[in-house]
């Protein structure tokens, strides 16, 4: 599995992850950072052409920081990518000497699980999402 940062090629891509529109996931990868994950790509022949179809995202996740924390704005895919990209935040925080705060609705146990494998530790219940209840995480110390 290869991370990288999102581009606005991967709006389709990341709206079929996130089950939200494209235009709002454009504006995600223009206003926050966003890292994805692909499969890792074989080696090719330089002067080889390269294939122009969109590779499959694994999952992605975007972040920003507000106040004196990194915050998790979403992430998803599958629980072996999620808990992967959530290193990314972790290390920024972690250069910043920030904490690093993320919230996973009660119906998503691979995103929690992948939360709970990167570190993060429950500390309560967070904002009720789109009617679903969610669970607070956080990192203080990454």
């Known amino acids: 599995m290869h991370v990288r940062d999102a581009v606005e090629a991967d709006a389709e891509a990341l709206a079929a992850i996130a089950d939200a529109p494209s235009d709002a996931m454009r504006g995600l990868v223009h206003d926050r ?6 499969e890792e790509e074989a080696a090719t022949d330089p002067n080889e052409d390269v294939d ?11 972040f920003d920081v507000r106040g004196d924390a990194v915050h998790v704005t979403q992430f998803g895919g599958t629980r072996e990518a999620a808990e992967q990209l959530l290193a990314e935040p972790l290390r920024f925080a972690a250069n910043e000497g920030m904490a690093v705060e993320l919230l996973v609705t009660e119906d998503e146990n ?6 709970e494998s990167a570190g993060f530790e429950a500390t309560g219940a967070g904002p009720r999402f789109e009617g679903r209840a969610t669970t607070r995480y956080r990192v203080d110390e990454p």
Do not use: E, H, K, N
């Open 33 to 38: 950072t966003v890292r994805v994950a692909v």
């Open 52 to 62: 122009a179809d969109p590779v499959d995202l694994l999952g992605f996740v975007s």
């Open 110 to 115: 691979d995103l929690r699980d992948a939360a």
